[in-house]
């Protein structure tokens, strides 16, 4: 399996633009996950998603933040208006709970707002 | 807010030395716990997860989990340059819960 993809890899956009970040999964995982990792705060989980539905959205910043999966296989971010603060590593992870405690990740999107 | 506490570091240890990293917790009813290791500009990957009291072993690897005192800890026997890397632990409630994760231990192993 080709693992979690993501994409961008890196972008770099000018504050007040859209970001959109995208991710597949891997292929029979159930749950997907978006974090986010700065050196202030960490590893954060924005929200997460079980069989396509949102489960916890609790820790998506702001109204800003919008998160989607239409199907099992593609979710997006998005983060309108971007703002400076928002430059982080963006990650995306899925895994086949409960029968597998193992979070895959990809290998992020490095967002830069100028 | 539910917290995982870690001591960043850097751990400086020698190569072929015990590294010993550890991590608190704050919930009580906290089932499962979790070591991440990730590389510079790399993604984090799953090392350990256990749930009961006691060690559980993995190679090089050692979990240990104390409930009573609420920590949980990784040792690294035979350090390699290889283990050089930041460690996160985390924690989950339950099984349909999300996982927290602590600030993660800089560990570098000195040749």
Known sequence: ?114 | QKEVEQNSGPLSVPEGAIASLNCTYSDRGSQSFFWYRQYSGKSPELIMFIYSNGDKEDGRFTAQLNKASQYVSLLIRDSQPSDSATYLCAWRYSSASKIIFGSGTRLSIRP
């Open chain 1, 1 to 114: 399996d080709a693992g979690v993809i993501q994409s961008p890899r890196h972008e770099v956009t000018e504050m007040g633009q859209e970001v959109t970040l995208r991710c597949k999964p891997i292929s029979g995982h159930n749950s997907l996950f978006w974090y986010r990792q700065t050196m202030m705060r960490g590893l954060e989980l924005l929200i997460y998603f079980n069989n396509n539905v949102p489960i916890d959205d609790s820790g998506m910043p702001e109204d800003r933040f919008s998160a989607k999966m239409p199907n099992a296989s593609f979710s997006t971010l998005k983060i309108q208006p971007s703002e400076p603060r928002d430059s982080a590593v963006y990650f995306c992870a899925s895994s086949n709970r409960p029968q597998e405690e193992t979070q895959y990740f990809g290998p992020g999107t490095r967002l830069l707002v100028l």
